[in-house]
């Protein structure tokens, strides 16, 4: 889907999130920690991040996310691979599967017109590649506007995502066979390694 993204929003305080969320019918009183989060955890991505709020039909409750992923790529003897999100593990056990394409994090507030800003920042976080001259990074990006779906961090909610995706060779010197591992907050995220055909941007 391509399209315009929704203005920036002012910040709501917690009082004003709750009114809407309770116009909308929806649960927030019963989100907990684990694989859902918390309307806690709603309001500091909303405080920081690139996230905001709008109405939709049918008495839906949209969140409209901004998101920078980047697809890590290495070429090897035996072609090009592609870093996928394998699946989140939780404290209780729990896994929530993905094969997410590639890495992603929710552009900060702070990065609005600095958008390869995110990108990097993506990268140290998620794979700690902090040495930007062991990969490259392309200059530009392109950008999906999705429509809403269920969200998977809190019930009762769409999420609307509008991915701005950078492509990021890595030298031999960042490349684990076996991929990596991510500890973010009490969740283990775990990266693996698909073939891929071809480049996409140009870096």
Known sequence: MTGTLPPEQAILTESEIK??????????????????????????????????????????????????????????????????????????????A???????????????????????????????FHDSSAYSLSDWRKIEHREPVASEKWNGVMAAYHRHIFECVISRKLFNPHGYVEKNGNRLIYFKWNPLNQLQLKL
């Open 98 to 128: 993905r094969n997410f394409n590639g890495i992603a994090e929710t552009m900060k507030r702070s990065e609005q017109s600095e958008w390869r800003k995110s990108a990097i920042r993506c990268l140290a976080e998620e794979l700690q």
């Open 19 to 96: 009114a809407l969320l309770d116009v909308k019918k929806v649960p927030w009183r019963q989100w907990k920690n684990g694989i859902s989060r918390t309307f806690k955890d709603l309001c500091e991505y909303h405080h920081k991040d690139q996230l905001y709020f709008r109405n939709g039909a049918l008495d839906q409750f949209i969140i409209d996310v901004n998101v920078a992923v980047v697809i890590v790529l290495y070429e090897g003897r035996e072609g090009w691979l592609e870093l996928h999100e394998a699946y989140q593990q939780f404290p209780d056990g729990s896994k929530l």
